[in-house]
């Protein structure tokens, strides 16, 4: 998935460097990285709605989430009214839309409380005393151990290197309008 703050600081640099070409009136250069910001909001907006297509609906309240934050921040520094009009619009059907599914989240879980945000309560009856084999992991899943081991070995030069995690690395999102090539 897109992290948020990359979202957020990409938008700030298309925003200053579009100010920058502003300032020293040339319109065409501060056209484009508006426009730049704005497809790229475009793609997530689109992004969200396959998302949502798919039943995967936690997955598309945090892309709207995203592409309503890079609007917000691109909003600040656009002049043109013109502009100005089609990113609050957006911004405002994204949040609506993240508002809707939110709420069909919260109505489905029973409660107003993100079930994400809950530890699971450990289960001190069914605690298996045996230590996990390789052949108990789940198709190409890392036992705890494992993953204990693996976070301490993977840091080099003070960075961590982690292997591809089915869990965290399939829900990640490339937000670019074209593929990069």
Sequence with gaps: MADPRALETDA???????????????KEGAIFFYTASLARARYIMKDAVDSEEKGNKEEAVDLYSN???????????????????????????????????????DAVS???????????????????????????TSSGGYTADELKVLRSTSSINGREYLPFLDAIDLRERFAFPKPYT
């Design 110 to 136: 029973g409660s107003s409380i993100n079930t994400r945000t809950r530890a699971p309560e450990p289960n001190i009856r069914n605690i298996n005393r045996e230590t996990p084999s390789a052949s108990s």
């Design 12 to 26: 700030t640099n298309f925003a200053e460097t579009a100010e920058k070409y502003e300032k020293l009136g040339e």
């Design 67 to 105: 592409a309503v934050e890079l609007l917000l921040s691109l909003r600040s520094s656009v002049k043109d009214k013109l502009t100005l009009e089609k990113v609050q619009r957006l911004a405002k059907q994204g949040l609506d839309r993240a508002e809707i599914l939110r709420k069909q989240l």
